[in-house]
Nanobody
Framework: AVQLVESGGGSVQSGGSLRLSCAAS????????MFWFRQAPGREREGVAG???????TYGEFVEGRFFVSKDNAQKILYLQMNNLKPEDSAMYYC??????????????????????WGQGTQVTVSS
């Protein structure tokens, strides 16, 4: 069975950094595209970053160059390096995967959030 387990969340002050990880099992990352989404209380879930391979990535507009997504296919780990964090980045961050993701489909999956599997999330809290 496919399983996604996020880690790396925590509490930081504004301007700080965190690196989130998502350990995947039960799938091959080579043909998959992977995503980070987030949801804050009272707000809709939104796309943070999507990646097909390390040369094909997409980000939410609010990222503004502060975050960097990458994945290690051999280790089956998805990363999200978050720098210059702001209080408005506080949310539960979820890892998700679309198993078969040809061409630029990762862009539409990022927009529609139509992933196959989701993790349980890791909480990020940024204080001012």
């Amino acid at each position: 069975a496919v399983q996604l387990v996020e880690s790396g969340g925590g509490s930081v002050q504004s301007g700080g950094s965190l690196r989130l990880s998502c350990a995947a099992s039960g799938l091959t990352l080579g043909t998959a595209c992977m995503f980070w989404f987030r949801q804050a209380p009272g707000r809709e879930r939104e796309g943070v970053a999507g990646i097909k391979n390390n040369e094909s990535t997409t980000y939410g507009e609010f990222v503004e160059g502060r975050f960097f997504v990458s994945k290690d296919n051999a280790q089956k780990i998805l990363y999200l390096q978050m720098n210059n964090l702001k209080p408005e980045d506080s949310a539960m961050y979820y890892c998700a995967v679309k198993l078969w993701c040809p061409g630029d489909e990762y862009v539409s999956v990022f927009r529609t959030q139509a992933a196959n599997y989701w993790g349980q999330g890791t909480q990020v809290t940024v204080s001012s």
